[in-house]
C-alpha cells in the first residue's frame, strides 16, 4: 500500500468525450507526476507538478492537461478522446529531493 | 532521445531458477535508475541505483549498475510463482532540483511456473 489514491479504478467513455481522473497522495508529498501505459508498453511520462505549477511535460498534445491542488491533490483532464487514449493511467507522488515515488493504482480508461 | 531498452521482453521459468533481466539505457545527465516490479496496476518500487558498481539486494533479489557500459541487470534466485510480473526498469535524469521524470522501459514480462 503505497498511500496513493486514485479514481476512479475504471472508466469507459466515448470518443470526442471528456474525462477527469484523480490522484490523492501520501502526506507532504508536493510532486506528482502523471502516466501513460499502454498495453505491453511502458509508462509515459505526461507531465509533473509542483507547487501548482506544471513543471516539465511530456510529448503528450494540450489535450492533455492537468491540475494540483493546496492539499498537493491533483487531476488529469483529457478532453476531445481518441481511441488510442485507452490505456491506464498512473499517478506518482514524490517529495521534493525525495529519492522514490510512489505510484497509485491506476485508472483504466476504455475508449469506445 | 533519452531510451531504456529492457531484454527480454518475456521469460517463462520454473519455481528455484534463477534469473536476469537486463536494462541498457541512453539518457542526458543521468541521475538514478530504478527498479519496479508491477504485478496488477501500481508499480511497487524495488531499488533506486546511482553509483556503478555498488550490489543492491533484498531478499532473492538483487540488483547492479554500470554507468560506464550504461546498463543494470535485476537477478533474481530461488524464483517463486509469487515473482510473476512485469519488471520495468526506468531511468531519472537531472533536470533542476525536482525529482524528475522517469523514462521507463517496455518491461519484461515474468513468469514463474510451479
Known amino acids: 500500500e503505497t498511500g496513493v489514491t486514485q479514481s476512479p479504478t475504471h472508466l469507459i467513455k466515448t470518443r470526442g468525450q471528456q474525462v477527469t481522473l484523480r490522484c490523492s497522495s501520501q502526506s507532504g508529498h508536493n510532486t506528482v507526476s502523471w502516466y501513460q501505459q499502454a498495453l505491453g508498453q511502458g509508462p509515459q511520462f505526461i507531465f509533473q507538478?509542483?507547487?501548482?505549477?506544471?513543471?516539465g511535460r511530456g510529448n503528450f498534445p494540450p489535450r492533455f492537461s492537468g491540475l494540483q491542488f493546496p492539499n498537493y491533490s491533483s487531476e488529469l483532464n483529457v478532453n476531445a478522446l481518441e481511441l488510442d487514449d485507452s490505456a491506464l493511467y498512473l499517478c506518482a507522488t514524490a517529495l521534493l529531493g525525495g529519492t522514490e515515488a510512489f505510484f497509485g493504482q491506476g485508472t483504466r480508461l476504455t475508449v469506445v | 532521445e533519452d531510451k531504456v531498452v529492457q531484454s527480454p521482453l518475456s521469460l517463462v521459468v520454473h519455481e528455484g531458477d534463477t534469473v536476469t533481466l537486463n536494462c541498457s539505457y541512453e539518457v542526458t545527465n543521468f541521475r538514478s535508475l530504478l527498479w519496479y516490479k508491477q504485478e496488477k496496476k501500481a508499480p511497487t518500487f524495488l531499488f533506486m541505483l546511482?553509483?556503478?558498481?555498488i550490489e543492491k539486494k533484498s531478499g532473492r533479489l538483487s540488483s547492479i549498475l554500470d554507468k560506464k557500459e550504461l546498463f543494470s541487470i535485476l537477478n533474481i534466485t530461488a524464483t517463486q510463482t509469487g515473482d510473476s510480473a512485469v519488471y520495468l526498469c526506468a531511468v531519472e535524469p537531472v533536470r533542476g532540483s525536482t525529482l524528475g521524470r522517469l523514462y521507463f522501459g517496455r518491461g519484461t514480462q515474468l513468469t514463474v511456473w510451479p
Open positions: 546511482t553509483s556503478s558498481g
Open positions: 507538478y509542483y507547487r501548482e505549477e506544471e513543471n
